[in-house]
């Protein structure tokens, strides 16, 4: 009786944890469960006709470093400087500075909020890039050894490409990704 006693917990045991196993999968999956955060996958593929998507879905677990962040990813930018934009949006200037040497842009990554203005200082150390973002119309010259400035707003949601098309786009030179957050209330 005792030995059938045992065996009936050890069942019972097995039983919860299979259970448990199977409730963290199915949340996990859900969302409920925070994800390990990591670099967005490159956006890039290419259509029937040629066309490079530089557009996808914002990652989950994103979050918008500010001015002077720690424990932020070395290929997530810190903006160097951060200003109100505009009360009326409640939105914020924010200012990068990156570069762009040996076929990559360091860093790679810029993490900012629906609404915000950006001002971006690239410099080529190297030789000429170019940064291009077709989706915000961007089209950067980058000269050797020269910084180049430009300001912008962003208007949409996504984690949005961003390559030296020179170089020979987004498949073969340096590519970056330039995430928009839905702006929390």
């Known amino acids: 009786m005792k030995h ?3 065996l009936i917990i050890a069942l019972v045991g097995v039983l919860v ?7 963290a999968v199915v949340l996990r999956k859900r969302g409920a469960v925070p994800q390990e955060e990591k670099s967005p996958a490159p956006a890039v593929r290419a259509t029937t006709t040629g066309e490079i998507v530089t ?6 677990n994103v979050t918008v470093p500010g001015e002077k962040a720690v424990n932020v990813p070395a ?5 160097v400087s951060t200003a109100p934009s ?7 200037h924010r200012t990068f500075e990156f570069k762009v040497e040996g076929g990559k842009f360091a860093p790679d990554t810029l993490i900012v909020n629906k609404g915000d203005v950006l001002r971006v200082k690239i410099t080529a150390v190297d ?9 915000y119309g961007i089209a950067l010259p980058l000269k050797k050894g020269a910084a180049v400035s430009s300001e912008f707003g962003v ?6 490409l961003f390559y030296c098309k020179s170089c020979g786009g987004p498949e073969s030179g340096p590519a970056g990704h330039l995430i928009v957050v839905p702006k929390k209330p």
């Open 55 to 60: 557009r996808a879905a914002v990652p989950v």
């Open 17 to 23: 944890i299979v259970v448990l196993v199977v409730v």
């Open 75 to 79: 290929n997530v930018a810190v903006p």
């Open 4 to 6: 059938k006693n045992s």
């Open 155 to 160: 208007s949409a949601e996504g984690n949005f």
């Open 127 to 135: 030789r000429d890039y170019d940064f291009t973002q077709p989706d």
């Open 86 to 92: 505009s009360p009326i949006y409640n939105s914020t």
